[in-house]
């Protein structure tokens, strides 16, 4: 059977991802991977030279996704497939170009976990985010901004003489174009895919990758890979060396994952010119290998561990009765941590291969862990030899500028509109300026004409972009007479995302001076909040508030979108300055329903509070019990579990103080239920 790119569809249950969030990602999104550095002490210095680089202060210019809910309805979703006579791979690009499906033809083995649901969580760089299959995470530390976001696909000649599938597109928190091509020789047992991420510009960017793959985890599945040594990073946020198989003295041989207990990071030590390759294999001795070219150095096991917590989250992903699953990582640094320096008008590529894994299941779960790691590195040379995948690197790279020859998928117009400014020239990657949409063209008069336009009549405030080239033209930027508040806004988005804060901040304080806005209230409010000055904050979200109420209609329907976002920003600063009446009265908002029985979960949870805040907590506890689920629940989050113990901790103190006998009887007369145990770490 010769190699075949089509279109097909995939119908599944999910989720709708809903509106993006209006109001900008002025605030960083919450992410578990960030080290104190007092703990750097220790690690090689090349280490902690690259997690000290360009940590990311905001996922701007990027819209935060949080509009989605967890009422899954039947949905047809977009899927191209690229087969041969072993191997069927389907991709989702209009969800950042997932790696769907891997099927083995003649076994009628999936390679990858396939979730049989799409159900956004708030795991992402930029909220929504899914499990299953292999992404592809580029930008900072995190899974990525266009994790649900399309991308552009086509199809392309590949080295063979058949067709290869392309999806690229502009990664918008570096600036950086990337493309991920599928290859499938004929009768091939292993899908070969070539990345390249871009550098067209005149400066350094930071540049991060890291391609996770999910597979199915049972009892005895085992991860091996060529390391002695490995990373640890857990529930206490320190990135230390242990030994592998087994991490800790008397501990649980870590190369099971079901052996252990709480979620972990387990970055692999591979070390030298060794291979790099990590497969996962079954009790039988089957499962997923992925291997690559030497540049892709980092391999990573991520595991949610067998506590309460972690099969709450892998539930919370998927449905009831779905098995588990398992993350095997390859990234271009050792951790995901770090990043590395990309210089100006450079690029980075490499080829990865994904395919089925068979060894002799005595040596695979061999005590000996040498003896297990030989056995599947023979088993993967004899499958696909390490020659044979640099081999197939250069012949693919040779072909990696071709042009698409037609069109699959369409993503974003933003990779158009920066090409455009930048006259660069990226072939192989097309960002046809036919792409540019509505939400491009402000930015298009602003490069073409030098004029910020004003505001769209009956519309939110669109993205605004945060480059140093698009600060630039906005700093230079003419407008129209009264206009000038509207372009002020938008520079000190620009000048917040590069952490010039007092420049934003007088930029706003300008723009609110000549025309108040609910928008200007806001992002002061968060640079009050950011600062420490929760009191001035609270009173700015209540002005921010109190305008966009008294002017939603100028808005148009995005309106109420834009009303929630603010509540679930404003609410939490009420209740730690003490105005606890004010918070309840934006809770009382009819725009937003007025009634519990409307609520979405977020606010159900912020009634919650606020209860408890004004004394009342059997309010509070009444509507924990009667249920609250909240959608955009981020990765970590522990606001269930401790809102659940400091009502349980009120009602038995009464009017007395809290004590740490309180405490302990809380947990014991009111503990926690299954049902809001996100704990990513040991209670208490």
Not at 104 to 125: C, I, M, S, W
Not at 657 to 681: K, W
């Amino acid at each position: 059977m010769a190699t075949t790119v089509r279109s097909t569809q995939v119908s599944i249950p999910a989720a709708p991802l809903g509106p993006e969030n209006p109001l900008p990602a002025l605030r960083p999104h919450g992410e578990l991977h960030r080290i104190d550095p007092a703990d750097l002490e220790g690690l090689p210095a090349d280490m902690v030279r690259q997690i000290g680089y360009a940590q990311l202060r905001t996922v701007l210019p990027a819209p935060l996704l949080d509009g989605y809910g967890r009422d899954r309805e039947p949905a047809v979703l977009d899927a191209l497939v690229i087969e041969n006579s072993r191997l069927r791979a389907t991709v989702l690009p209009g969800l950042g170009g997932r790696l769907y499906s891997l099927l083995h033809k003649p076994t009628g083995r999936e390679l990858l976990y396939r979730n049989p649901v799409f159900q956004p969580a708030d795991f992402a760089l930029a909220g929504a985010w899914f499990s299953g299959g292999v992404e592809w995470n580029l930008g900072a530390t995190g899974h990525a901004a266009h994790t649900c976001a399309p991308l552009h696909a086509g199809r392309v000649p590949a080295p063979d003489g058949g067709e290869m599938l392309r999806m690229w597109e502009w990664e918008r928190l570096r600036d950086l174009a990337f493309q991920i091509d599928l290859w499938l020789p004929e009768d091939s047992d292993f899908l070969y895919v070539g990345i390249r991420v871009r550098n067209p510009h005149d400066r350094t960017v930071p540049a991060y990758w890291w391609s996770n793959a999910a597979v199915p985890e049972t009892d005895r599945t085992r991860v091996l890979a060529p390391a002695e040594a490995a990373w640890h990073f857990g529930h206490r946020r320190v990135l230390r060396q242990v030994p592998l198989p087994v991490a800790e003295p008397g501990g649980p041989d870590v190369s099971y994952p079901a052996g252990s207990q709480l979620p972990a990071d387990y970055f692999l030590d591979i070390r030298g010119d060794d291979r790099r390759w990590i497969t996962a294999l079954d009790g039988e001795g089957h499962g997923l290998v992925q291997t690559s070219s030497d540049l892709l150095r980092g391999r990573k096991v991520f595991v949610w561990g067998r506590g309460r917590g972690g099969r709450r989250w892998q539930e919370w992903l998927t449905e009831p009765g779905t098995g588990g699953y398992l993350e095997i990582q390859a990234g271009l640094a050792r951790t995901q941590f770090e990043h590395i320096p990309m210089p100006a008008d450079t690029d980075l590529s490499w080829l990865e291969a994904y395919g089925p894994l068979s060894a002799d299941p005595d040596l695979v779960h061999a005590e000996d862990w040498a003896a297990a790691r030989a056995e599947a590195a023979a088993r993967l040379e004899e499958a696909l030899p390490r020659a044979a995948v640099d081999t197939a690197y250069a012949d693919w790279l040779a072909h990696a500028d071709t042009d698409p020859k037609d069109v699959l998928a369409t993503g974003s117009g933003w990779g158009a509109l920066d090409v455009e400014r930048g006259h660069f020239r990226l072939p192989g990657t097309p960002f046809d300026a036919g792409t540019l949409g509505d939400p491009q063209r402000p930015w298009l008069e602003l490069l073409l004409a030098g004029v910020f336009p004003r505001p769209v009549a009956g519309a939110l405030p669109g993205p605004c972009l945060v480059s140093p080239q698009w600060r630039e033209l906005l700093e230079s930027a003419d407008t129209y007479p009264g206009n000038e508040w509207f372009l002020d806004y938008y520079l000190g988005i620009a000048q917040w995302a590069a952490d010039d804060r007092a420049q934003a901040v007088r930029s706003w304080e300008r723009s609110s001076a000549a025309h108040p806005s609910p928008w200007t209230h806001r992002a002061l409010a968060v640079a009050d909040s950011a600062d420490g000055r929760t009191e001035q904050a609270a009173e700015r979200y209540t002005r921010a508030w109190d305008c966009l109420r008294t002017t939603a209609e100028l808005y148009g329907p995005g309106a109420r979108t834009a009303q929630r976002a603010l509540l679930v920003e404003a609410v939490p600063v009420l209740l730690a300055a003490g105005r606890t009446a004010d918070a309840a009265r934006l809770l009382a908002e009819p725009a937003l329903g007025g009634t519990e029985s409307q609520d979405d979960g977020r606010i159900r949870l912020l009634r919650a509070r606020t209860a408890l805040a004004r004394g009342d907590a059997p309010a509070a506890r009444a509507l924990l019990d009667a249920g609250i689920v909240v959608a955009d629940l981020w990765e970590g989050a522990e606001e269930l579990s401790a809102t659940w113990y400091a009502v349980a901790e009120r009602l038995l103190a009464g009017d007395g103080e809290v004590t740490d006998a309180v405490r302990a009887a809380a947990r014991t007369e009111h503990p926690l239920p299954a049902r809001y145990d996100f704990l990513m770490r040991p209670e208490g």
